[in-house]
């Protein structure tokens, strides 16, 4: 909501800025469609040149992200610590039991209490990877650490790709706006006989593409780019989080502790609190 709040107001204040100047749209209108079929045009064909296939096809839905916000919730920040403190105590309890749920988590009554988390194949996966090789006595916990770094790293900098991209995009539209601009003032060239009204409505055509180029690059593509960079980063801070409660149990801390170490490193405004999740782990105590 407040992505669409974001660009309606961009919209308003400048082209209501420019009406309420004494503008004339008709110019703008008249020349929109042409210098649109330019530099759009231009734009689309060199993101496809310079992106590959997996980039140009989570564009659109990179975009939805903004839109959306966030994937995880303060609740689910919850949810994993209370998956991990199930699965860590599981581990220290009955490693036999362990390798079951671990190995068909699809299976397990333990991650199909938590569908969110489930149907994250990176979240699961960082999670049954690392407790796995924990049972193999891959257990030093610098090394795993620094495993886990590498891993979710390279998560992330496959997860900016489309942002990146966008923002390399709009540090490209000024300059093909000047491109559109300078077509314009070639065509008004070629009419140079024609009087100083056919001439001044040409001339004003061609810094359209000028104006378009520049202010889709500053006020609607690369605010996308910065904002879906945000997304992205504050989506990764979840797998931040599997990191800490897993490093901290590979150093013997007690399971408590290890859900304490991961809350710790939940962003603050996502952070569920000390009451909370003890209350949720002994509800699990009890059931369980």
């Not at 919209?11 to 008249?30: D, E, N, S």
């Amino acid at each position: 909501m407040i992505g669409v709040i974001g660009i309606a107001l961009t919209f308003i204040m400048v082209f209501g800025g420019y009406i309420l100047a004494g503008g004339k749209m008709g110019v703008i209108l008249h020349s929109l469609p042409f210098e649109m079929m330019m530099i759009g045009g231009a734009a689309a064909g060199a993101y496809a040149l310079s992106n590959d296939g997996g980039t140009i096809k989570h564009t659109v839905s990179g975009i939805g992200r903004v839109f959306k916000g966030g994937k995880w919730t303060e609740a689910d920040y919850q949810d994993i610590l209370c998956l991990l403190f199930q699965l860590l105590r599981l581990a220290r309890n009955s490693p036999v039991e362990l390798e079951e749920h671990i190995e068909n988590p699809e299976s397990s009554p333990i991650f199909q209490a938590y569908p969110r988390i489930l149907a994250d194949h990176e979240a699961v996966e960082l999670v049954t990877d690392t407790l796995r090789s924990a049972s193999l006595n891959y257990d030093d916990p610098y090394q795993v650490e620094e495993m886990l770094s590498r891993r979710i790293g390279l998560m992330k900098e496959e997860a900016l790709h489309v942002p990146h991209a966008l923002q390399n995009l709009a540090d490209a539209l000024p300059a093909l706006g000047i491109v559109a601009a300078v077509l314009g003032v070639v065509k008004t060239m070629a009419s140079i006989d024609q009087p100083p009204e056919v001439l001044g409505k040409m001339i004003g055509g061609a810094l359209v593409g000028t104006f378009l180029g520049v202010f889709l690059a500053y006020g609607l593509v690369a605010p996308l780019a910065q904002r879906l960079t945000s997304v992205v980063k504050q989506d990764q801070s979840f797998l931040d989080v599997i990191k800490a409660a897993l490093i901290a149990a590979l150093h013997q801390h007690a399971t408590n502790l290890c859900v304490e170490v991961g809350r710790q490193a939940t962003p603050s405004h996502l952070r569920p609190s000390f009451v909370s999740v003890e209350t949720a782990l002994r509800e699990i105590k009890r059931v369980g």
